[in-house]
Structure formats: structure tokens, C-alpha cells
């Protein structure tokens, strides 16, 4: 049982957190939130992540996106380690949140277990999992990585763009898209309807199906 | 119910794809795969992820490693869209096969289910979702995209990279690591040991904590 997916909501836990105790829907409240475990404090990736957080929080609290960390370790660690991470940042910040999880049982409900890896006890330990909760507080995108493999922060902002830009106009993204690059237009916005929401115009591909569905448009 | 996550093996299910019916461990054999879902045949973003997939092939089959899509579409009309999916990828074939799973049967199980997106009768569709599978065809690493969010192989060609190195030495890599970068050496290697695995030599990041846990070398 992995727990929540993409389309769950994100239940509506209460938990400690280097900034104090909340339940995770006020923390939400009615904005995009960025939910992220890290296998341990004072660990190599987890370092270099969090501190890339903290360099890219601007850019995510520009696009009124909030941040919140989470590991299976307690809160006085969590404190003593952000030294590092913020040494290594060169000076940038650690404004966000981080739960502590010490009973494993946020890291369960929320999908965010590393099968491969386990504490000095042999506790579970969280992998480098990353949920984007939207506005309603239900999951629409999630990364699951190994405590291998360090995530890239440019492919979150990527995301991030992408589904604000779906939530606003009926489009989405293409593969490999950048921001500023064309989208394409909903399958379930006909023609004539297209001519209307998007008054700067669109192009067809042609293509051998001649069903013309591939609608480009810039928004 | 989300189905699979990281560490689950993929079920060994029968499939019948545009390539034949095979079952799914006797297609993964002892190679990674990657299992990839997309939400349906002849929409606008599925035909430039599956053409920039036919454009990677090249770079993934280098390392070793196999394709395999996915939608509930059938067969004939997985066909009739490729000859679309390779006019639009200028001319690249789309050479690996694609599952039809008209029943909804496959999706569900292999976490692949976009909540958001129903078919004209109301079905479920497939999300973007994506399983690095590994040799032991356990889920390493997974994707879940919704359908308005197309995918970025460079990411994907990236945590393959970083999979596969950290699969072969006792490494992983940083937050935004590209390959050709530095990587860092795991926690469970002591100093000692590091010398020996690595005679090419790791530099120690010099961080408040003065633990030592973060060390740099290149493999």
C-alpha cells in the first residue's frame, strides 16, 4: 500500500516542523505547495538539495508556491544541520518548514518510503519524493526518486509552470516544453471555440491522420 | 489503491502490444525499461512525447536500455497513430512497442490512472506516468505527470545516468547533477574505504557541522 497518488488529497495531517505545529491543510490554504521528504539530515544529496531550495525559493514564491521539507529525523537536527545546508547554499536561507518524522508514520501515509533504504536500526528511511499539491489539496504531479538520485530543481520549476498555465487556459504543455515556448490546445476545445479563447490565433499541424489535433498557440 | 510504487515489482502481467503478446518480465529480461504511459492515441502532447521518445531511442538503447509504451487504446489504432507520431518526429520510427489496454485492467495496477481526464464514455484514462524499471524489474524511480504536463526525456535520460552510476559504484548525485559532473560518495563508505574505491581521489566540503559526510569525486 504506497499511499497517496497524483489526484489524492493530501489528508490532513498534524505535524511538528522546525517552524511549529500545524495540520497540513492550513499550511496549504489555498495555495500550490511543494511537499518534499529527504532521506536524512546531515547526508550528502539531502544537502545539496535543500540548499538548492533555498536558492530557487524566490522563484517559487513568485509563482505563489510554498515550500515544505520533510525527513525521519527530530527537530533539534533539523536545526543543527540547516547550519550546513545554508553554509553550502553560500548564505542563501532555509525559510521554509521541515517535518520531523521520527514514528515513520507521515512518510508511509504519503508515499514517500525509500524501499532501499534503512537507518542505523533499521528504520524505514524517506526517499527523495516530491508531491505538487495544487490549491484544492490533492496531488496533481509527483516525482518518486531513490536516495541515489538528487532531483533537479529546474525540471520542478518546469512542472510548476506547466500546471499553473493548464489551470488558467485550456492547454497543455508539450514534451520538453520551456516556459515561453508554444503550447498546445486542448483536445476538448473545438475550432471555433479555439478562435475565440485564443484571439491571437493558433497553428495546425498537418499530419497524416488529417485529424488535426496538434494546435499550437502561445499564452 | 495507487498500484506500484519505487521498490514494488512490476507484476508479471500478459500484455498484447503493436509488437505481440508478450509478458511483461519476459520483455524486461535482465535490461532496465523504461514503462511509460500516455493518456491517448491521436491528443496533441502524447504525439510529441512519443515522437521525441523515437528521437531518444538511440540514447537510451547506448544504455542499455528498453522502451515500453503504454495507453488504452488498441491496437489498430496505436498503428494508424504512429504513422502521425513519426511524420510529426520528422522522421524518426517509433521502434519500440506500445501496450493496448482497452480493459483499464493494466493502468490500475501499474499506478498509471490520471484522475482527471475521463474518455467519452466517461473511462479512465491513463496519466503520464514513468517507471525506470530496473534489472531486478523493481521500480526504481517513477514519473507521475498529468496528461496536461508533457514530460522532459532530458530528465528522464539524466536520472537514468545517474541510476545506472550509482548502480555500479557506491556513489550518488547532487541536486541538479548532469552526467560528466561530480558525484558524491555514500554515507555508508568510511574514509578508509573511499581511499581504496576511489584512487582518483574525493575532497571533503568543509561545513560547519565538521562531520565530513560531504565528499565529492568523479567517476
Chains 1, 2 share one sequence.
Not at 497540513?24 to 511543494?34: G, K, P, Q, V
Not at 525527513?71 to 545554508?86: G, L, Q, R, T
Not at 508514520?105 to 516530491?130: H, T, W, Y
Request: net charge neutral; glycine share 6%; hydrophobic share 35%.
Amino acid at each position: 500500500m504506497p499511499g497517496i497518488t497524483i489526484g489524492d488529497t493530501v489528508p490532513n495531517l498534524e505535524v511538528e516542523t522546525t517552524q511549529g505545529r500545524f495540520k497540513l491543510h492550513d499550511y496549504f490554504a489555498d495555495s500550490w505547495t511543494i511537499l518534499f521528504s529527504h532521506p536524512g539530515d546531515f547526508t550528502p544529496v539531502c544537502t545539496t538539495e535543500l540548499g538548492m531550495m533555498a536558492a530557487y525559493a524566490d522563484e517559487f514564491s513568485k509563482r505563489g508556491v510554498k515550500l515544505l521539507g520533510l525527513s525521519c529525523d527530530d527537530i533539534a537536527s533539523h536545526n543543527e544541520w540547516i547550519k550546513d545546508v545554508e553554509a553550502y547554499s553560500g548564505g542563501h536561507k532555509v525559510k521554509y518548514p521541515i517535518i520531523a518524522d521520527p514514528n515513520r508514520e507521515i512518510i508511509k501515509q504519503l508515499n514517500m518510503v525509500d524501499p532501499d533504504e534503512k537507518g542505523p536500526n533499521g528504520q524505514q528511511l524517506p526517499s527523495r519524493a516530491l508531491h505538487i499539491v495544487g490549491p484544492n489539496k490533492m496531488v496533481k504531479l509527483s516525482f518518486l526518486y531513490p536516495a541515489t538520485t538528487g532531483r533537479n530543481m529546474d525540471e520542478v520549476l518546469r512542472v510548476v509552470d506547466s500546471l499553473q498555465k493548464a489551470a488558467k487556459h485550456k492547454v497543455a504543455t508539450p514534451v520538453n516544453w520551456k516556459p515561453n515556448e508554444k503550447v498546445v490546445i486542448s483536445p476538448s476545445v473545438n475550432n471555433d471555440q479555439a478562435k475565440e479563447m485564443f484571439p491571437q490565433g493558433f497553428e495546425t499541424t498537418d499530419l497524416p491522420s488529417k485529424k488535426g489535433y496538434l494546435r499550437f498557440t502561445q499564452v
